[in-house]
């Protein structure tokens, strides 16, 4: 199969991150890296809205907890398009515990403690189509930039 450059991932800066003035940072690291935005917004879910997009994780002994956390200021969420995204995405952001997160990535760059953990990225592509649905219900949008044929074999 042909290598997808239009794959989707939903990245978000969680509230530590907001907190923290890393929003900027993060941005970048994706743009640098070539992946394309395709849609962005500061947002302040409820629970319900966190209950669902964690819905694979209730049961979990920290799971009340980590919903506080994602309770506790706004998160920046975004979604990014380009090859492998998702994949790639998860590198990006290092091992969802930090320590064990190499340097370089976001986590292993700022973050030591596995409930304050910067960020987050999508698992699957499947899950990914299905949190994108989930935070932005208005849709992403197409363009095409100037630079893609810098960017992909195209
Ligand atoms: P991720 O996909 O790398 O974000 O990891 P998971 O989907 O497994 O977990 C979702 C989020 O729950 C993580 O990013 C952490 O913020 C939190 N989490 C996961 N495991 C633990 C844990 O053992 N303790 C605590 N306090 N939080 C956890
Ligand atoms: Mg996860």
Aim: glycine share 12%; hydrophobic share 40%; proline share 6%.
């Amino acid at each position: 199969m042909a290598p997808n450059i239009r794959e989707r991932t939903y990245i978000m800066v969680k509230p530590d991150g907001v907190d923290r003035g890393l929003v900027g940072d993060i941005i970048a690291r994706f743009e640098r890296r070539g992946f394309k935005l395709i849609a962005a917004k500061l947002a302040s879910p409820g629970k319900e809205h966190l209950e669902k997009h964690y819905a694979d994780l209730m049961g979990k002994p920290f799971f009340p907890g980590m919903i506080q956390y994602m309770l506790s200021g706004p998160v920046f969420a975004m979604v990014w398009e380009g090859l492998d995204a998702v994949k790639t995405g998860r590198v990006m952001l290092g091992a969802t515990n930090p320590l064990e997160s190499g340097p370089g990535t976001i986590r292993g760059d700022y973050a030591l403690a596995v409930g304050r953990n910067i960020c987050h990225g999508s698992d699957s592509v499947e899950n990914a189509e299905k949190e994108i649905a989930l935070w932005f219900p208005e849709g992403v949008l197409q363009y095409t930039r100037s630079q893609e044929s810098k960017v992909f074999e195209i």
